[in-house]
């Protein structure tokens, strides 16, 4: 079957619908897409990022109002390639039946399982990596034989028209399809055989309640308050340049973000003037095309009202840009330091998703452990450290979807490596062979053997004698 663009025949009902009776039709008739298709569709993905990557920045960059091509190229063209290579270069390993043990008592038999395709999966991305979180797991689940329909959020229209426009004169609808306009309700309550949602909480909650009314399995990256901890140990300059770009860059909208900073007794203030040295350099001016906007105006205002009310219940404000906290014009919040944080403060409740910084100071990683397990478990958790006794106790007695040790958000660039959340901040995983798996039905098969030993009523004497016998010997299994 030739999986092009083809002309589609006039449909009724709404588009998200038609697209997905159509997905679902073709799921029947042909339900098992072959290594070589596979291969085909991944390819033309990775050349539609190639011949459209000046495009896809300025569709981002629009939505956002102003968002940096590099930063775009950087973390999100540039990772969404190197997730479809490394998906090329093992697809064929990870399509072959795995063989498993077979238990003596069916000696002769044989096991294996055979990873088959859900179906139709369901994404529904994001706006603040709208590429990239709508490519990861899209890789993973066409990898896996599935048709993908793709729900962007109302922020990123620009881009999902451009995505549309390129992927149907390449790919077909039937196969791979995203849906400019479509609104949520229309979306997330399709009886998709997987849906992934990358956003909040809240809504994470709420999807998953639309989703268990057609048992539709998902997959939720939900974010949350990331700490980071640095200790004595480690070189403050090497740790500030590290930590600054990862909370900085798209402003700090990004879901794996440091959120809140522990620093030991004592190094607030170096750890402060090493920011605004670097800070300075890196964006001279708050109107810098390298450093982007909030992404619409309501988050513009509610970041300007955590500011506000961190300064109201006597938190220490610190711009590490000369000149003005902010400009309602660019739709832009200055790089950010806030020291003298309390518990009551919004910006230690709420995940802050912008360019706001708090520093806490602590004593001992037992006080940093404790309040961390205090609070919801978050998507991701750095250290900073050379102490591996250190490093081996923070991991061993706190939860996080991932982990970065010495750096911060680089574990999600590893494409070896599961990406998930856990707990409030997500459930589900995707990312290279975990990816592949979370989008397969691992549908175990047993074949008996031609002669195979047979228990049946009457049991009597041979059953007591069987049963005594594998009591006995300890290593069957």
Sequence with gaps: MNLSAQTAPPETGNKAQQIFKRQKEACIKRPCISYEERMDVLKKIEQILHENDEKICEAICADFGNRS??????????????????TKKRLKKWMRSQKRHTSLVFFGGSNRVIPQAKGVVGIVTPWNYPLFLALGPLICAIAAGNRVMVKQAANSQNLCALLQKKFSEKISEELIAFLPGVPANEFSTLPFDHLVFTGSPNVGKTIMATAAKNLTPVTLELGGKSPTILTDDFDLKTAVERILYAKFMNAGQTCVAPDYLFVPKGREDAFIQMAK???????PKLETRDYTSIIDEKAYLR???TLTDARQKNATITNLLPGVQSDDALQKISPTIVTNVTKEMILMQDEIFGPLLPIMPYESLDEVIAYINRHERPLALYAFSNDKAFLDKLIDNTRSGG???NDCAMHVAQHDLPFGGIGNSGMGQYHGYEGFAEFSKLRPVFKQAKKALAITPPYGSTFNSIYALVKKIKWIA
């Design 277 to 283: 040295t670097i800070v300075s350099h890196r964006y």
């Design 303 to 305: 970041l300007l009202a």
């Design 69 to 86: 091509h590099h930063e775009t190229k950087i973390l999100e063209i540039t990772g969404s390639v190197m997730g479809v290579r490394y």
């Design 403 to 405: 982990v970065t040790i």
